[in-house]
């Protein structure tokens, strides 16, 4: 992507989601307004004006304007809210909506072309996300993904998939990776914890995600059940809550792990709770560009992690930890105990982890990048209209 010139004047640019809950998508949304791009004003709009993540929004000075759908999106309210936030463009003078999920990818789309305006949908995943919602959510992600002015993929992984399987062309789809603020990241990383890390003394594993089928769960203790015959002094922290939770809490009693697998539930402190472990796992069947690998890398942490999606862009093989097939327990286990055996391993993939976030995924890389892609849709913009 080539840049583009500064524009003369700060020009807005629509920021547009669903609600403020604990994910991935949502903790990087507010890292983009943390480190908003030079030349280019944010406006926050959401679906819900809700979650645990809202505060923060408001410290950043905020105050989401909200168009709630009240429900199904097939209702009449849905074109209601299309019109009002193509009137607040028009009101505002606002060209450019950035969109940021599946609900608001499709009503971004619509309301910045009843407002003459352009749209970047973005795309965090493999669509694994709506696979139990029917084929109507993968044709309606398809046909809103050929229909942006530009597409803002996080992973290569993903961009390919617009490409190959959707039918995007390849210059409207843009690869804008994750960033950290590593200056706060370790900040709240020296906070104490927030709640105590149960368990006995004996190095610990962080999993970092919420408890649905995707995050491979169940391989994960079905691989810990392999690894506290060798190894039964490990500690296996899984910080996130959702519909698996009372599967796994089964299984762990069924599997006798009561003292070594410990569901903690939604947390807010988990720089702190990397911190405290030693290494970190992650056992997805799909991902975009993992939150969780990125922030376990900052915290110096090797990382074992499926195979999957944009997991390879962040973990090198043998160098900042190792990828196993998803759903490989065996696998999975033994390359667990390989980190547990040697501290000095343990600790020099994590220096090397750590140095890749500093290198290439930054907060500060992650604005340039989407200041580039905003001038680049507004240089696409003029071309349309002179010609």
């Not at 992600?141 to 062309?169: F, H, M, P, Y």
């Not at 519909?243 to 796994?248: A, D, G, K, N, T």
Request: charged share 25%; aromatic share 4%; hydrophobic share 45%.
């Amino acid at each position: 992507m080539h840049s583009v010139p500064p524009m003369a004047a700060d020009i807005p640019v629509l920021h547009f989601l669903n609600r403020f809950w604990i994910g991935g998508s949502e903790r990087q949304f507010v890292e983009r307004l943390r480190r908003h791009p030079k030349g280019f004003t944010p406006v926050v709009a959401c679906l819900e004006r809700s979650g645990p993540l809202l505060p923060q929004i408001r410290e950043l000075g905020h105050e989401p304007l909200e168009f709630p759908l009240g429900g199904s999106m097939a209702r009449p309210n849905t074109a209601a809210q299309v019109a009002r936030i193509a009137q607040l463009m028009r009101e505002r003078g606002i060209t450019i909506l950035h969109a940021t999920d599946f609900n608001t990818n499709l009503l971004g789309l619509a309301a910045a072309r009843l407002a003459g305006g352009m749209v970047v949908v973005s795309r965090v995943d493999l669509g694994h996300l709506r696979a139990g919602f029917g084929q109507w959510h993968r044709r309606a992600e398809k046909l809103t993904s050929r229909a942006a002015d530009l597409v803002c993929a996080n992973a290569e992984a993903v961009r390919q998939l617009c490409i190959r399987e959707e039918g995007c062309r390849p210059d409207d789809v843009v690869v804008v990776r994750n960033g950290l603020d590593l200056q706060g990241f370790d900040a709240l990383a020296k906070k104490p914890l927030a709640g105590d890390l149960p368990g006995a003394p004996g190095p610990r594993i962080a999993v970092i995600g919420n408890l649905w089928p995707v995050k491979g769960h169940r391989t994960l203790l079905e691989a810990a059940a392999i690894l506290v015959k060798t190894h039964p002094e490990a500690r296996i922290f899984c910080a996130g809550d959702g519909p698996e939770r009372e599967f796994l809490e089964q299984r762990i009693a069924a599997l006798g792990l009561a003292g070594n697998v410990f569901l903690l539930g939604h947390r807010l402190d988990v720089p702190a709770v990397l911190a405290a472990s030693d290494a970190a796992c992650l056992c997805s069947s799909a991902e975009g560009l993992s939150n969780a690998i990125m922030e376990a890398m900052a915290s110096r942490l090797p990382v074992v992690a499926t195979d999957v999606g944009g997991n390879s862009e962040l973990v090198r093989e043998g160098e900042s930890g190792f990828l196993v097939p998803y759903g490989d327990a065996p696998a999975l286990a033994e390359r667990l105990a390989r980190l547990l055996a040697s501290e000095a391993a343990r600790k020099e993939m994590g220096k090397k982890g750590r140095a890749r976030i500093e290198a290439e995924l930054t907060i500060e890389r992650m604005a340039d990048a989407y200041g580039d892609m905003y001038r680049r849709l507004l240089e696409g913009g003029e071309k349309r209209k002179a010609s």
